[in-house]
């Protein structure tokens, strides 16, 4: 079956005007030309597609069901081509992005706001998903970008991947708690405390393991959350020690507690990726280089440090005193 695209949307036209004559204006042809069009299409189709008389055309019942059926799919193409052109205009069109839900609530936050500002037209859309899927959704094509975050070098020979900041670990505690009377907490002092933390999909868990693995301190027993709030709120109830990557780009634990880098550090690092050898839609990239300054923001909005590992967050500043070695 040879049907060309023309054809279609001549005969949407001819069935739309119920008038050869005024389908052949609306595509500045001849009558013959429009008449030659449908006939070719009916003999490619082998339907009769319309009654025609001399007063009058109108659809035979095979035509009606066509015409209802390719004209939704025309106005399926012209939109897809619209959203096409709109995409390779840089500024406008949609982008989709997939993010662990931790940092879709921090980061890419702030990322999306840049873009907004930035970008009025463009659309960037968010999918939440555990980091495993974040990066088969990045290799499918089913998304432009991703974000995720590790505890060790970036290794996917199917991905590109651009690290943006890296963040220390910290201690986060009650500002009663013994060791909150130190600037910093060495590992050792974890050692028989109770462990909180964020799952393996931010990263935090393999972080922790080379951390005690380093240090040869026994591995503790984790409760792993999925959001910073659940880790804050068990460490709240005195259930344990939180531990949790510290910085601006990352949500905070509640006010009502205070944080400690852990020294030596030990810092997960927040990488953008894209599929290797597939170059970005212009406003897939435009959205790309938002997130990618999000490197420049720091608790203050100024230029982030190379490293947050001497910041002391929370509500209670302690004196200065030496580095907690022993529980």
């Given at each position: ?68 059926r390719i004209g939704r799919l025309l106005d399926e193409i012209e939109l897809t081509l ?228 001497q910041a002391v967050t929370g509500p209670v500043a302690a004196p200065r ?7």
């Open positions: 079956m040879n049907v060309s695209l023309q054809q279609l949307k001549v005969f949407v036209a001819v069935a739309r005007e119920r008038s050869f004559t005024r389908a052949a204006r609306e595509f500045d042809l001849t009558q013959s030309a429009v008449s030659r069009c449908v006939r070719e299409l009916e003999d490619a189709v082998e339907l009769k597609l319309f009654d025609r008389t001399t007063r009058q055309v109108e659809l035979t019942n095979a035509g009606a069901s066509l015409e209802r619209l959203e096409e052109r709109a995409a390779y205009d840089g500024h406008t069109g949609v982008v989709v992005l997939a993010s662990n839900p931790v940092l879709s609530s921090s980061c890419v936050a702030q990322a999306l706001a840049r873009c907004a500002s930035a970008f009025p037209g463009l659309i960037v859309s968010v999918r939440d998903q555990p980091q495993s899927a974040v990066l088969a959704s990045v290799e499918q094509g089913e998304v432009d970008f991703g974000l995720v975050s590790l505890a060790q070098p970036f290794d996917n020979e199917l991905l590109h991947a651009q690290a943006i900041f890296r963040t220390p670990l910290h201690a986060v505690i009650p500002p009663t708690h013994p060791l909150a009377r130190h600037d910093s907490v060495a590992w050792h002092a974890l050692q028989q405390c109770s462990l909180i933390t964020l799952n393996a999909d931010t990263g935090v868990h393999a972080a922790l393991e080379r951390a005690f693995s380093a240090h040869e301190l026994k591995r503790r027993p984790l409760q792993e959350f999925g959001h910073v709030a659940a880790v804050s709120r068990m460490v709240e109830l005195g259930l344990g020690v939180g531990v949790l990557p510290v910085d601006a780009h990352w949500p905070g634990p509640t006010v009502s507690l205070v944080s400690r880098p852990l020294v030596p550090e030990v810092s997960v690092t927040t990488f953008l990726v894209h599929r290797r050898n597939r170059s970005l839609r212009p406003n897939a990239a435009a959205a790309w280089t938002r997130f990618a300054a999000l490197e420049s923001i720091d608790a203050h909005g100024g230029a982030a440090s190379s490293s947050a590992s005193r030496a580095v907690l070695h022993e529980p």
